[in-house]
Structure formats: C-alpha cells, structure tokens
C-alpha cells in the first residue's frame, strides 16, 4: 500500500476542533469533508429555484423549509451513504493510502455501530421527506436504490463517477418537484371540495427538470473524473475501476466533453424554462469555470486534482445564481 500523506490531512474542522469522541462518528459522516454536501445539496436548490423560476411563483414560507429541508437532508443522507459504503469497501479501503484510516477499516468504530448510524441518519432523513409532496416523497424513497448500488459499481463498471452522477443529482428532481406542488383529486375533480375526500398535494416534473438533472449528471460525471485522480495508482493495484483510469491519456479530453455536455444541458434547461437574458449571463460564468478546471487538469498531481474538485462548490453556486437571475424579467 502506497503511504503518500493526504493531500489535506489534518486541515479540517474536525481535526482541529471536535472533541476526540466525536471525531470517529464525524468522519464516518464525512463531515470532515463537507464538499460532499455541498455538492449533493446543491443540484436541489438549484432545481426549487428553477421550479420558482418557471412558474414565476412569490416564494413563501414552505420554500424557505425547502431549502432548510433539503440542506438537513444533504448532510444526513451523504452521511448516511458514506457510512454504507465504507462498510462495503471496508476490505478495499485499508489497500488505498487515502481511505485506510476511514473509521470502519481501521476499527475504530465497528460495522454494527455503523449500521446503528445509518438507521439513524435515515430516520430523521424520512422525517423530513415526509414534510414534502407526494410527489417528492416517492422520489426521495426511489433514490434508496441509487445510493444502495453505489459502492458496487466500481466492481462492474469503468464507469462509477456515471452512477454517482444519476444518485447525487436526484436533488435536481425531488427539488423541482417539492416546489411546483399542485393540489389534485383521486378522479373527477367535484364541483364542491368535500371535507372527508380532500386533494392530494403533487409535484409536477417537466422538461426543464429533467434538462438540469441530465446535466448534473454530466457535471458529476466530469468533477469525479478528476476526484478519481487521486487514487488512479491505487485503484489500478487493487483492481477497483474508475473513468480517470478508462480515460488514461485522454483524461482531460474527457472531463472537457462531460463539462461541454453539462453546460449544453443546462441551457437547455434555462431556454426550456424561459428564463431571462440574466440566465445565460450566469450560464457563461458557469462555462468559464468548467474550462478553467478542464486546462489545468494534470493526471499525475493528486494535489492539483483535489483542488479542482473542491471548486466545483463554486460552480454549482454560480448555476444555481444563474437560474435565480434567469427568473428575473427586464423591462424595455
């Protein structure tokens, strides 16, 4: 096992300042590490604003729950998903100098204490996603699957950073379809509401959506790409797959043709929509980004590579203000 020091050991919060105790339970969550969140709760903003963009609705008190639900739900179920894969990969882990002091392959918390933690994580997790439409209920249940799968695909496919970009942007969907909640009856709507047979709250789930979800799947596709960097050495030697390996040479090639993809997609999203001129000023930012991190690429410095994944919160912050301005109409 190769021993090269992390590129960002004992630079984090949780290093620093929580107590001894809690620190094992942290890290397990990841919350060391809280790019992971911002990047799963992220495509969900972004897809209640495009909802509030669209349907040019004033937004009100259960958007802002929204918005406070689904950061709460991004810390628990990333936890939760991180935890359930270090208990898959727990054999693997202690092979690859960057995961081999994760709390679950190095013994210091047990795999039944870590089930313990996700039973948690997910319960209160359901707890929010019970305050959401019907709509958005059924697609926070369905992503279970997506999450489950996960840590397998490095075993099957080249492709993983694929898988996890169709489970980190399901927030894109659930997002949209929580804020363009539509009241509908089982049947015939009567002409006077009955008390004991009232609507049912759903979310719609239209074209837009379905745009910036595709593209954040490419978006993922291509920061993960450039995560995988990392561990290319170690991956190779244990036999886990990964699209930084697939790709070889022609890494940074790759990461160019997911980022173009993901702007083309999330374009589509914007004219779809019919958002504002605003948009595309906001768009262009966003492109820029992606180009700035596709030219300096290198596939033999873990350090650089690290970086650029971390400035991916940026980007999705810039897409995320781009679709805000998109809702905003000029005049004259």
């Not at 096992?1 to 300042?17: F, K, Y």
Request: one cysteine or more; glycine letters at 10%; a positive charge.
């Amino acid at each position: 096992m190769s021993s090269a020091p992390l590129p960002d050991a004992g630079s984090n919060w949780v290093d620093r300042h929580a107590p001894e105790r809690l620190k094992p339970w942290l890290k397990l969550g990841r919350f060391d590490r809280p790019i992971g969140i911002w990047l799963l709760l992220l495509p969900g903003w972004q897809g209640i604003a495009l909802a509030l963009s669209q349907y040019r609705k004033t937004p009100d008190l259960y958007d802002l729950w929204l918005v406070i639900a689904f950061a709460l739900g991004a810390c628990l179920m990333r936890a939760a998903g991180c935890a359930f894969n270090d208990i898959v990969d727990r054999d693997i882990d202690r092979q690859v100098a960057r995961t081999a002091a994760r709390p679950v392959a190095s013994g210091r918390i047990s795999v039944k204490k870590a089930w313990a933690f996700i039973l948690a994580c997910s319960l209160t997790s359901l707890l929010i996603l019970l305050t959401l439409n019907l709509t958005a209920i059924l697609l926070g249940v369905g992503s279970l699957a997506l999450v489950a799968a996960y840590p397998f695909m490095k075993r099957i496919t080249w492709w993983p950073q694929a898988w996890l970009g169709l489970t980190f942007n399901w927030g894109a969907l659930m997002g949209f379809a929580a804020a363009a909640t539509v009241l509908m009856y089982w049947g015939p709507e009567p002409a006077i509401p009955l008390v004991d047979h009232p609507p049912l709250p759903f979310g719609r789930l239209t074209l837009p959506a379905l745009f910036l979800y595709l593209g954040g799947v490419f978006w993922t596709l291509g920061y993960d790409t450039i995560y995988a960097l990392q561990d290319i050495e170690d991956d190779a030697m244990v036999g886990v797959k990964s699209s930084a390996r697939r790709l070889g040479a022609n890494v940074r090639r790759g990461v160019g043709v997911f980022y173009f993809l993901a702007i083309a997609c999330a374009a589509l999203a914007g004219l779809t929509a019919g958002l504002g001129p605003l948009f595309y000023l906001g768009l262009t930012a966003y492109a820029v980004h992606l180009l700035w991190q596709t030219r300096r690429v290198k596939a033999d410095d873990g350090a650089l590579a690290l970086r650029l994944f971390k400035s991916n919160r940026e980007a999705g912050f810039i897409l995320l203000l781009a679709i805000a301005l998109g809702s905003v109409q000029l005049v004259g």
